[in-house]
């Protein structure tokens, strides 16, 4: 028992700490059933930079919100659609700031004791270890990638956007984030108010 325990508290850890976005979304109008179609808007105006600016990455980006869109009974319509999809991802460089604890390590002594043996006193050497002292904090900044997918469902008849939804998050591997883009864009979609 104790063994499948741990095993299902492992299984926990690994898949909590799987993804490493943030996922929000965003409506100011309800999507209801006057929205059925919908057509992609032109690359032009879809925005994708450094390590999302390649063909593979559109492709997985326009092919999973597609089949996200499927799933929720839309109907891909490129003459007269009710909502234009765009979409924008973005790599920034920022800098991130940590502050770590400093010790002082006092180095280990040998120090003069005295000691009584049979009422006679002796001197002996003894060596002492001190504890680390706390001296302070030391600021250490980090240079990261930061990548933001945004998804865009745009009122083709009023030409504005009546839902976003997007993932934030650390890019440490350009490939695994070109990897990772049908998941990430699966679970922006969870965020879909339908």
Same mark, same amino acid.
Not at 49 to 54: A, C, G, I, M
Not at 95 to 102: F, G, L, Q
């Given at each position: #028992?104790?063994?499948? #325990? +741990?095993? +299902?508290? &492992?299984? !926990?850890?690994? +898949?909590?700490?799987?993804?490493?976005? =943030?996922?929000?979304? !965003?409506?100011?109008?309800k999507l209801n059933d006057e929205y059925r179609t919908y057509a992609w808007l032109p690359e032009g105006k879809s925005k994708a930079s450094s390590?999302?600016? =390649?063909? !593979?990455?559109?492709?997985?980006?326009v092919e999973t919100a597609s089949a996200e869109l499927n799933k929720r009974g839309?109907?891909?319509? =490129?003459?007269? @659609?009710?909502? +234009?999809?765009?979409? *924008?991802?973005?790599?920034?460089?920022e800098t991130k700031s940590y502050n770590e604890p400093v010790y002082y390590d006092p180095p &280990?002594?040998?120090? @003069?004791?005295? &000691?009584?043996?049979? &009422?006679?006193?002796?001197?002996?050497?003894?060596?002492?270890n001190p504890f @680390? !002292?706390?001296?302070?904090?030391?600021?250490? *900044?980090v240079n990261v990638k930061q990548g933001s997918i945004m998804i865009d469902l745009i009122d083709r008849r009023s030409k504005k956007v009546i839902w976003r939804g997007w993932a934030e998050g650390e890019l440490n =591997?350009?490939?695994?984030?070109?990897?990772q883009l049908p998941e990430v864009i699966e679970n922006i979609f969870k965020k879909f108010p339908v």
């Amino acid at each position: #028992m104790k063994k499948q #325990m +741990l095993i +299902l508290l &492992g299984l !926990v850890a690994i +898949l909590s700490s799987c993804s490493s976005y =943030n996922y929000y979304s !965003v409506s100011n109008k309800k999507l209801n059933d006057e929205y059925r179609t919908y057509a992609w808007l032109p690359e032009g105006k879809s925005k994708a930079s450094s390590v999302y600016d =390649n063909d !593979v990455a559109a492709d997985k980006i326009v092919e999973t919100a597609s089949a996200e869109l499927n799933k929720r009974g839309f109907e891909l319509n =490129n003459r007269k @659609p009710d909502l +234009l999809i765009r979409y *924008t991802a973005v790599v920034n460089r920022e800098t991130k700031s940590y502050n770590e604890p400093v010790y002082y390590d006092p180095p &280990g002594r040998y120090v @003069p004791r005295v &000691g009584i043996h049979r &009422g006679r006193a002796f001197y002996y050497y003894a060596y002492r270890n001190p504890f @680390p !002292v706390y001296v302070g904090n030391e600021q250490r *900044t980090v240079n990261v990638k930061q990548g933001s997918i945004m998804i865009d469902l745009i009122d083709r008849r009023s030409k504005k956007v009546i839902w976003r939804g997007w993932a934030e998050g650390e890019l440490n =591997n350009p490939e695994k984030a070109i990897n990772q883009l049908p998941e990430v864009i699966e679970n922006i979609f969870k965020k879909f108010p339908v």
